[in-house]
């Protein structure tokens, strides 16, 4: 399959069937289940509802309609390292299938949602990765994403149940 082959669109609802699972596959603490039912209120019109920010999900489609990976983007009032005074783009998740990674989909993925943020007056566009994601991480760079801020999460139990 050539890159050029592949199509860069929003996500519609009659992709959900193909879009829920890859949505598990980067996402699995929810099931593919649970990722559809919010997916049929983001791209069945419903998206006002559960969102305050306007938000949108690019598909990679294979000539024979074949959805290969997605891109979620959204608007967030701040983020790590970039200026607090104006909304910026933010990448919420990023997936192609593995048969087709390092063939420059992931790239388009992107490429359309920093289109999609400057669209929406973003001078700014941000994302992160999980610390041990090290192919996240040299994609992000490799694609213009400077590292702002490394973090570690911690919790402690307050109340034992
Ligand atoms: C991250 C991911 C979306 C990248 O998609 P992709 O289609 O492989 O990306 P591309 O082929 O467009 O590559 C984009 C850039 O990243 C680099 N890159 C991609 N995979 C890489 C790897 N395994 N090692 C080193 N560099 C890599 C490419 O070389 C390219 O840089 P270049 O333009 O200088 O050549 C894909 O690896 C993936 O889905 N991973 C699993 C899910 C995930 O971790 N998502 C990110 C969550 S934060």
């Known amino acids: 399959m050539a890159v050029n082959d592949i199509q860069i669109r929003a996500a519609r609802l009659s992709d959900l069937d193909q879009l829920a699972p890859m949505l598990a596959a980067l996402w699995p603490t ?5 990722h559809a039912q919010e997916l049929r209120l983001l791209l069945g019109g419903k998206a006002d509802a559960v969102l305050t920010m306007p938000l949108t999900i690019f598909v990679a489609e294979a000539s024979d309609q074949t959805l290969v990976g997605f891109l979620e983007v959204d608007l967030r009032s701040h983020a790590d390292g970039c200026n607090p005074s104006q909304p910026v783009g933010y990448i919420e998740g990023w997936y192609v299938a593995e ?3 390092q063939r420059g989909v992931g790239a388009r993925l992107i490429a359309s949602a920093e289109d999609w943020a400057r669209s929406h007056r973003c001078i700014e566009i941000a994302s992160d990765a999980l610390i041990n994601n090290e192919v996240s991480q040299r994609a992000h760079q490799a694609l213009g994403y ?3 801020d490394r973090c570690v999460h911690y919790r402690k139990q307050l109340v034992t149940q």
């Open 30 to 34: 929810s099931s593919a289940q649970e």
């Open 99 to 101: 048969d087709y990674r």
């Open 146 to 148: 400077e590292v702002v």
